[in-house]
């Protein structure tokens, strides 16, 4: 229905940026939100931030308030994340979802690791 594919992830120093992109295909006319959870080995799968398609509201996890900042292109169907000021524990596997009325889809992933 909905295909979902990452990428920008990579290996920076803390204090340097990473900017990530989502493209949405698919039956993107289903989709109400999209936005970008994170997981650390060990630990659960958390939300970074989500922002409504429609009325373009966002959410953010407190931990990166101030750092990152999501948006949305709706011509290309595409969500970004620009995460600046990264921490070591900003370090996990991030990935992109996005939400229809029923259903939820996930993309595969892309690893963002911060050196201190």
């Known amino acids: 229905q909905v295909q979902l594919v990452e990428s920008g992830g990579g290996l920076v120093q803390a204090g340097g940026s990473l900017r990530l992109s989502c493209a949405a295909s698919?039956?993107?006319?289903?989709?109400?939100?999209m936005g970008w959870y994170r997981q650390a080995p060990g630990k659960q799968r958390d939300l970074v931030a989500r922002?409504?398609?429609?009325?373009?509201?966002?959410n953010y996890a407190d931990s990166v308030k101030g750092r990152f900042t999501i948006s949305r292109d709706a011509a290309k169907n595409t969500v970004q994340l620009q995460m600046s000021s990264l921490k070591p524990e900003d370090t996990a596997v991030y990935y992109c979802s996005a939400t229809g009325d029923y259903t939820a889809y996930w993309g595969q992933g892309t690893q963002v690791t911060v050196s201190s």
């Open positions: 698919g039956s993107i006319f289903s989709i109400n939100a």
């Open positions: 922002i409504s398609l429609r009325s373009v509201v966002t």
